[in-house]
């Protein structure tokens, strides 16, 4: 089992859709959480960080930590075509030493 | 701010020979990182320096793969001899060390493709 699955996808939405995103995670010591965007020929970047379980509001974006469950997950809210990326979920304990999730492409259509 | 720089872009080579990719991080970030990114996996840790020090080679497989960093400054990594499973992109990525909430930033990558 890999440490962190993410939802494959590919994901395919129309412009003003909300885009949901999930990742779930084996290791209980996982504490600070990220979502990485990541353009065509680009390298990832960061889009949100969170620590606690809960939500965390980024303009449009929306990251969400359930530790009891180990899953989190990116809600994405009137997407635009520049939202068209792959998204990766990263998880560390406190060094990181970052576990990604393989990624999910999404293609938002205008 | 200047971003991660990596060169070459893109790099074509046929199995057994060698190759190397070279980076130079943010100026002033002690942390450098090589992650490789085959397609369709997130990127995965190869190495990590502080400074001109290694922290963490774990998942190097060093039978082939070498890396450097010289001064604390640019790094190299190295392949030889190549395998068919090499393919990938090699992301630099670093951080400053003045806490757990610095950004790490990435570089755009060599895409390497063996032969």
């Known amino acids: ?110 | 701010e200047a971003g991660v720089a990596q060169s070459p872009r893109y790099k074509i080579i046929e199995k057994r020979q060698s190759v190397a990719f070279w980076c130079n991080p943010i100026s002033g970030h002690a942390t450098l990182y090589w992650y490789q990114q085959i397609l369709g996996q997130g990127p995965k840790l190869l190495i990590q320096f502080q400074n001109n020090g290694v922290v963490d080679d774990s998942q190097l497989p060093k039978d082939r793969f070498s890396a450097e960093r010289l001064k604390g400054v640019d790094s190299t990594l190295k392949i030889q001899p190549a395998k068919l499973e090499d393919s990938a992109v090699y992301l630099c990525a670093s951080r400053s060390d003045r806490g757990f909430n610095e950004k790490l930033f990435f570089g755009s990558g060599t895409q390497l493709s063996v032969l």
Not at chain 1, 14 to 36: D, H, K, R
Request: hydrophobic share 30%.
């Open chain 1, 1 to 110: 089992q890999k440490e962190v699955e993410q939802d494959p996808g590919p994901l395919s939405v129309p412009e003003g859709a909300i885009v949901s995103l999930n990742c779930t995670y084996s290791n209980s010591a996982f504490q600070y959480f990220m979502w990485y965007r990541q353009y065509s020929r680009k390298g990832p970047e960061l889009l949100m960080y969170t620590y606690s379980s809960g939500n965390k509001e980024d303009g449009r974006f929306t990251a969400q930590v359930d530790k009891s469950s180990k899953y989190i997950s990116l809600f994405i809210r009137d997407s635009q075509p520049s939202d068209s990326a792959t998204y990766l979920c990263a998880m560390t304990q406190n060094d990181y030493k970052l576990s990604f999730g393989a990624g999910t492409t999404v293609t938002v259509r205008a």
